[in-house]
């Protein structure tokens, strides 16, 4: 198996370790080595230089972990027990975490002295909790350890304590031995393309469902998209629905072929938009997209990947496509949309196997922007392993994204394009890519208000009279 090293500080654990990990280098505390991938359970001496790397030095480095994910969690809106607080918590859950996955859960209920082990997907209860505690992590910038949870009386969950160095018996230790097995064979493919400094990407689908409005150009309303398109298909609704006087589905959805080439998945969205064209012609119907067409109702532009996620890669994502778009957005739409959608790590399992990233607004507004989005996605899910910069391992950082502050991320916007020019895939996709980056250099931002039809030349541009 590959060189890897596995940082355990408690000594009963890392006898533990050892014992289930014969091919992985396990220790007490970290030892200089050419290491392929490095696992630290909570020390955070050592260089992570070269390396694949769970829980970062520099997120370790902090003399109160607990603090410093409070901070995080604060930024990002997550509810937490505050110190001095004291709320009295019916059910107690322990969550051992691994690189965006609840691998062993533990729960303890008022009144009862035995903790139960019991399975992520048992309930619709444990599915909330394993969710809230992969989101813990993964806002804190950690991707090993436990996090306790605890629910009050309300039903509201509340994030309790964190730890990178959780105590572990046999049946836990086992939990993380398989799974770390599991993660150093994934890396393994991007350790070999590095290694031999190839440009070939890893070979992996990529796959669209952005979203779009419709509004009365008469009335200035919204008018529901499953009044003209079907559920399901190559042009249908999102599976948000509404009452407003009536129920229905208010936002249209394009599903194109995934396919491995961005640009091919762009002609199948122009595709899908003539389809949706035909099966809506009305001239007096507009089509809106970007950020929120309507108050209340925001857009996305979700970008699947066929590959599993992995924190490195969605903390890529974010860092180089999320901020990128929210460069481009009106703030205050941008704020309004953050409530409920589209918040740092966003991102759904689907049934393919891969994952859908959500965070990003639809980038339907014009061919640029979605030739954009999608080459900088797939540029991105080859090459993320060189993107090591994170802005948002600061708290602060976190906050401005939520408030949509763009002077904060414009500091930083050299820093950002020097990396993604830097990459080895970059050139295949290049005049695509600078495209949609000409508009951020230039201070830029997308206009919403107008017919995406339009932009897509899907309807004529009536001539102006004299």
Known sequence: MAQGLVIMPNEVASGLLSELLPD????????????????????????????????????????????????????????FLAPGRRITFYKRYRVHVFDLEPIYMQRIEIGRRRTIAIKPNSSQEARRVGELAVRAFYTAGLDVGAVDIGISSRGRLYLINISACPRMGRAIALAYAKHIQAWIKRMEVYWTRSLLSGPKCPQYLIGADPEFALRDARTGRMIFASDYFPIQGLVGCDARRVKLGRSGYPLAEIRPTPTQCPLELYEGIIRALRRANRLMPSRYVQWRAGTLPFSQLPVGGHIHFSMLPTGPLLRALDNYLAVIFLLLENPAAARSRRKKYGWLGDYRLKTHGGFEYRVVPSWLVSPVFARGALCLAKVIGCDWPYLRFDLFIRPEAKMAFRQADQDYFRAQLPTLLAAIRSLPTYETYATEIEALLSFIEQNKRWKTSDDIRRSWRLVKNRRRRA
């Not at 409070?70 to 997550?78: C, F, M, V």
């Open 24 to 79: 992985v280098t396990v220790s007490t505390t970290y030892q200089p080595g050419n290491w392929r991938f490095i696992i630290r359970f909570g020390e955070a001496k050592g260089s992570d230089d070269s390396s694949f790397v769970l829980n970062r030095a520099a997120v370790l480095d902090t003399p109160d972990l607990l603090s410093e994910s409070q901070a995080h969690w604060r930024a990002s809106s997550l509810r």
